[in-house]
């Protein structure tokens, strides 16, 4: 059975950092897709970064240049260091894993409980 959870979630300052973090278990794929999503009240869920089993990363526009995705392999951990983080950066954060078709269509079926970001300004 696929687990994902995260950790690393909290409260900062506009312009601070914060680093998140992803423990898969379970997930015997060779190929696959994770990555994170956030979700902020009254709004729709939004992809904010990815990686893939061959390390290609991709970025929302809203992120890029400050967010960065990265996975340790080894440890089977997903991360996403968030710098200069704004207000509009909060939401609750949930790490997501499957074959890529399923992850790139928005039908990924394996989720984490979520972690929340707060960012005052």
């Known amino acids: 059975q696929v687990q994902l959870v995260e950790s690393g979630g909290g409260s900062v300052q506009a312009g601070g950092s914060l680093r998140l973090s992803c423990a898969a278990s379970?997930?015997?794929?060779?190929?696959?897709?994770m990555g994170w999503f956030r979700q902020a009240p009254g709004k729709e869920r939004e992809g904010v970064a990815a990686i893939d089993s061959d390390g290609t990363t991709s970025y929302a526009d809203s992120v890029k240049g400050r967010f960065t995705i990265s996975q340790d392999n080894a440890k089977n951990i997903l991360d996403l260091q968030m710098n200069s983080l704004k207000p509009e950066d909060s939401a609750i954060y949930l790490c997501?894993?499957?074959?890529?078709?399923?992850?790139?269509?928005?039908?990924?079926?394996?989720w984490g409980q979520g972690t929340q970001v707060t960012v005052s300004s």
């Open positions: 379970g997930y015997t794929y060779s190929s696959y897709c």
């Open positions: 997501a894993a499957d074959d890529c078709y399923r992850f790139i269509t928005g039908r990924s079926r394996f």
